[in-house]
């Protein structure tokens, strides 16, 4: 059986992502890549939906996807715009796909839209 050799050629940004817990992308730096070499601060990944469920006492809550699927899971930390107290059943929310650090399906970049803008 061969012997596995460990990997010693670790990039700083992989340090990096290693040291802010696996999964958790959040707060990788931008690379000069094709998705972020279009100076756009709108990413084209940003999904709607609105809160399901928000549990104030424990942080967590979830979101329904405007396009169908599954809910999706949100911690507190993800919050960028608006309140805490905005979370309430029906809240219309725009929010990034990413995930938690157990490496499972989460929302991050969760803000509140503001109040209905019917057009």
Known sequence: ?????PVSNW???DLA?????VGDKSGRPASASADSANGESETPSAETGS???YFEDKGFGFLRPDNGGRDVFFHISRLNEGQ???LTPG???IYELGMDRTGKMAA???RVMPPAEKT
């Open 1 to 5: 059986m061969p012997e596995v050799q």
């Open 11 to 13: 990039s700083e940004e």
């Open 17 to 21: 992502l290693i040291k802010q817990g």
């Open 51 to 53: 809160v399901v469920t």
């Open 84 to 86: 805490a107290s905005d």
């Open 91 to 93: 809240t219309k929310v």
């Open 108 to 110: 991050s970049s969760v």
